[in-house]
C-alpha cells in the first residue's frame, strides 16, 4: 500500500544525545520535506529535497541534518539534542507530475528533549 | 515572494450550520492553491486543491472551496458543519514551477474550527 512512514511516533530524550528521526515513502515521490511544528502551531519547513542527492536548508533554521541516499528514504539527525528541540516533526512528500502537486504527510514524531 | 494569510486564529460553529474558513494569498502568476486539514497528534491531510479550472473546487468530507482571483481568496466552506470536523485547518499556496517558481509550498498559520454540537 502506498504511503509515508515515520519512526518512531514518540521519543523522550536526554540532552547531548544523537538522535535520528525516520521517514520513507512507497509512492515513489522525487520531492519529501521535514517540518517542525509545535502543538497547534504554524508549520515550519526545515529542509526539502527534489531527488535522490538533493537536499537544501528550509526556512526555519536548524541544527538539524538530512541526507537522500534511495528515493523512498528521507531521515533526520540531531547530532546533539537540546530542550529547545523538543516539537513534532513532520515528514511529507509530492510528485511533480500533471494532476498531482498536492503533499502527502506522515503521521508525525513527536520529540521530548530532557 | 509568496505568501498565505488565514486572519482567524479560531472559528467556532454550531452544527448544522455553513462553515467558512478564510484564506488568502500572494503569489507571482497563476497559483496552485490547496487546504489541509490536521486533527490532533496526526499529520496533515489533503483535503482540496485548485490548479486550473473550475473556480469551485470540491474535495473529501464535504468541503469546498471558492478560487476567487480578484480577492487573491481561497475560502474553505462546508454547507452543514459536524462536529467530528472540528480540527486544524492550513491553506497553503505555491507557483507553479513551469513558470520558474519555487515547488515548495508556503502554510498559513492554521485556523482551529470548533464545531459545537
Known amino acids: 500500500e502506498a504511503d509515508i512512514y515515520q519512526t518512531p511516533r514518540y521519543l523522550v530524550i536526554g540532552t547531548g544525545k544523537k538522535i535520528t528521526l525516520e521517514c520513507s515513502q512507497t509512492?515513489?515521490?522525487?520531492?519529501m520535506y521535514w517540518y517542525q511544528q509545535d502543538p497547534g502551531m504554524e508549520l515550519h519547513l526545515i529542509h526539502y529535497s527534489y531527488g535522490v542527492n538533493s537536499t537544501e536548508k528550509g526556512d526555519l533554521s536548524s541544527e538539524s541534518t538530512v541526507s537522500r541516499i534511495r528515493t523512498e528514504h528521507f531521515p533526520l539527525t540531531l547530532e546533539s539534542a537540546r530542550p529547545s528541540h523538543t516539537s513534532q516533526y513532520l515528514c511529507?512528500?509530492?510528485?511533480?507530475?500533471?494532476?498531482?502537486?498536492?503533499?502527502?504527510f506522515g503521521p508525525g514524531t513527536r520529540l521530548t528533549v530532557l | 515572494a509568496q505568501s498565505v494569510a488565514q486572519p482567524e486564529d479560531q472559528v467556532n460553529v454550531a452544527e448544522g450550520n455553513p462553515l467558512t474558513v478564510k484564506c488568502t494569498y500572494s503569489?507571482?502568476?497563476?497559483?496552485?492553491l490547496f487546504w489541509y486539514v490536521q486533527y490532533p497528534n496526526r499529520g496533515l491531510q489533503f483535503l482540496l486543491k485548485y490548479i486550473t479550472g473550475d473556480n469551485l473546487v470540491k474535495g473529501s468530507y464535504g468541503f469546498e472551496a471558492e478560487f476567487n482571483k480578484s480577492q487573491t481568496s481561497f475560502h474553505l466552506k462546508k454547507p452543514s458543519a459536524l462536529v467530528s470536523d472540528s480540527a486544524l485547518y492550513f491553506c497553503a499556496v505555491r507557483a507553479p514551477g513551469e513558470a520558474g517558481g519555487s515547488y515548495i509550498p508556503t502554510f498559513g498559520r492554521g485556523t482551529s474550527l470548533i464545531v459545537h454540537p
Open positions: 503569489v507571482s502568476g497563476n497559483p496552485y
Open positions: 509512492m515513489g515521490h522525487d520531492k
Open positions: 511529507a512528500s509530492s510528485v511533480t507530475r500533471t494532476g498531482f502537486n498536492e503533499q502527502f
